[in-house]
């Protein structure tokens, strides 16, 4: 079976980083953002330093799905065409993530587009994932996009949608060569699980 290689999607901006990057293991796709260093946003950092606190980031992941869902968000505002993906009371998508849902550790974030409070002719959007937490002082990160960003992220997201489909057949057909085959009363994953 031929593999498809993905690449990690790398945005940099002032105050804030953006990666997305595919797990084959797990057939899922991570976006993640990092917050810059105080004292380094909107600077060049020196040879050999860092800029971004990638410890501190922020991560959200997306099923087949929830890629899917992604891209054509993207793809809809990189076409000026906010209304078919704007709800009924105007918000831009977001996405609820809950790792615990998935068996996996984790605090529960909420990932969406938003509309600056004043646009420019080149910021257009930005991309945010906020922590929940009860007592409402989770941490925020965003990061601002231009139109070939939207672009870029629509494209990633949908390659790495299709790829989960190539990925789900190996994880299965490992599972049924390591006699882990999932008996007919496993509920499958839904949409939810991620």
Known sequence: M????????????????????????????????APAIPGMENKMPDKNSKKYQWE?????????EGALEVAAAATALAQGREE??????GNLPSWYRDPAKAGRDGTA??????RPKEQ?????????????SKDKQGSK???????????KIARVME?????ILGWRKDIESRREANGQDRSA????????AF
């Open 2 to 33: 031929e593999k498809t290689f993905l690449q990690t999607l790398n945005l940099y901006r002032g105050k804030s980083a953006l990666q997305i990057s595919p797990s084959p293991e797990l057939a899922l796709v991570f976006v993640s953002l």
């Open 109 to 114: 974030k909420t990932i969406g587009f938003y």
């Open 56 to 64: 501190k980031k922020l991560t959200a992941s997306f099923n087949f």
């Open 120 to 132: 420019t002719p080149k910021v257009r959007y930005f991309l945010g994932i906020t922590e929940n």
């Open 159 to 163: 390659e790495a949608a299709l790829a």
């Open 185 to 192: 009363k496993s509920k499958p994953a839904t949409a939810d």
């Open 84 to 89: 078919l993906v704007s709800g009924p009371d």
């Open 141 to 151: 990160i965003g990061i601002s996009l231009e139109y070939p960003d939207l672009f």
